[in-house]
């Protein structure tokens, strides 16, 4: 049973529109409506304040995995917590944080990448790669490869450093000034016309499929060939599986699809099963190696966060390992994979629904005036937004990326609950 929270909802709106400024709003139009006030959650499943359901269309913003309030997790969480809350990862350390790095060193054959360095969040985890990669490159004799290289429309993350490897647009134009150079490809023939090769530092991608950019799936084979070019001129390559990392893709990583092993992967969303912020950027012996000296050497990594390995962020990552072993989780994935594509092959039948694109349990269904002639909507005119907010109405809740509507179920969803949730946007977009 829910607590009644109806008395509240009222007072608590008016708290939010007087206190509250939400990440990505224009809170000139949020204040304009009644928020949808999120109390609980369960499986694929969140409850509003007045006791309505919705379908977790979008995995809370890509972060859930096992479904909300998985018991396995709320313990380990609870455990935890009355346990050892936090303490320093500078200068002590702790029994979480040991055993969840050995169990992600251990998801990777062979234990390629086999050194763990924990912060908070996706866009801290290439923070990390990056400084670790300009300094191993000092550390080892290569001041002159100083150059990043990232892919235009990809997406790394809000903070400044992140943000100057992700794309430019709408969102990121106006920082363009604090952003530090970095050199954008839109493919691999491209980059492989870019001078100076040798003084490239790093490349940077969401292996597979670009998120933020709308679900935009590379060619196959395309992972493969880019970490044969860096190696062949001697490039570290570090991939961004913040977002497909963790079954997402059908596999653990996204980067087992092509059998790549990157020099840095980072690690965020759904490292804790989607109940906490976590982050890992995991790096080859290697790396970590270049950095050994004395104090006096100035080798030091010097980068950490207070929070850096909290043992209940851990505690919930190890649960949610646990879980994948237990509930076999990535053995149940192809079928459900499958009923996901079936019941997406149905919105393509609609007058205004592009090719869909997918890759495993991700979705971008794109949205277009004229889909034949390529036609988009006027993006200020925010007909993904409209749609994802009539879909409430049908008991999903999703976000858009301007006009492509993001479908990313958590794994626990079953085929029917994935079934059900696509025909709640089939029933929407018949509207349009
Ligand atoms: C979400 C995301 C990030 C940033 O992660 P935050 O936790 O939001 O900082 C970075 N890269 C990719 C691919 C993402 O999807």
Not at 111 to 119: C, G, T
Not at 145 to 157: D, L, N
Not at 390 to 404: E, F, Q, V
């Amino acid at each position: 049973m829910l607590p009644n929270f109806t008395a509240d909802a009222t007072s608590l709106a008016t708290l939010d529109h007087q206190h509250l400024w939400h990440p990505f709003t224009q809170q000139q139009e949020w204040v304009k409506k009644d928020p949808l006030i999120i109390v609980s959650g369960k499986g694929a499943f969140l409850d509003d304040i007045h006791g309505k359901k919705y379908f977790d269309g979008n995995s809370s913003i890509w972060t859930n995995i096992h479904g909300h309030a998985h018991p396995h997790i709320v313990a380990a969480i609870a455990e935890q917590a009355s346990r050892l809350d936090h303490t320093s990862f500078l200068g002590t350390t702790h029994p979480k944080a040991i055993i969840l790095a050995e169990r992600l060193v251990k998801l990777f054959p062979g234990s390629p990448l086999s050194r763990v360095f924990f912060s908070d969040n996706g866009s801290t985890a290439i923070e990390v790669a990056l400084k670790m990669t300009l300094q191993y490159w000092q550390l080892t004799g290569h001041p002159e490869r100083q150059r990043f290289v990232s892919f235009t429309s990809s997406y790394h993350g809000d903070t400044a450093g992140a943000a100057s490897l992700s794309g430019k647009n709408i969102f990121s134009e106006r920082f363009a000034k604090i952003h530090f150079p970095v050199e954008q490809v839109t493919d691999l023939s491209m980059l492989e016309r870019l001078p100076h090769p040798q003084t490239i530092a790093a490349i940077v991608i969401e292996p597979l499929i670009q998120g933020v950019a709308g679900m935009r799936l590379w060619p196959k084979g395309m992972l493969r060939d880019l970490r044969s070019f860096c190696d062949r001129l001697g490039i570290l390559l570090i991939l961004d599986e913040v977002m497909t990392g963790f079954g997402r893709t059908g596999k653990m990583f996204a980067c087992q699809h092509e059998g790549v092993i990157p020099d840095f992967i980072a690690l965020a969303k759904g490292l804790t099963g989607g109940a906490l912020p976590l982050a890992a950027t995991m790096t080859r012996e290697k790396i970590y190696e270049a950095f050994l000296g004395t104090v006096e050497e100035q080798k030091t990594f010097y980068y950490g966060h207070s929070y850096t390995a909290n043992p209940i962020a851990c505690a919930a990552a190890l649960a949610s390992l646990e879980i994948f072993e237990e509930e076999s989780v990535l053995e149940k994935l192809p079928k459900k994979i499958e009923c996901f594509s079936h019941s997406l092959k149905k919105l393509e039948s609609l007058p205004h629904v592009a090719p869909i694109r997918q890759c495993g349990l991700i979705a971008g269904i794109e949205l277009m005036q004229e889909p034949h002639a390529s036609i988009s909507y006027r993006w200020h005119d925010q007909v993904g937004a409209e749609i994802c907010y009539k879909a409430r109405h049908h008991g999903l809740l999703t976000r858009p990326i301007l006009d492509t509507i993001v479908f990313m179920p958590p794994l626990c969803a079953t085929e029917e609950e994935i079934s059900n949730a696509v025909e709640g946007l089939f029933l929407t977009l018949q509207t349009l």
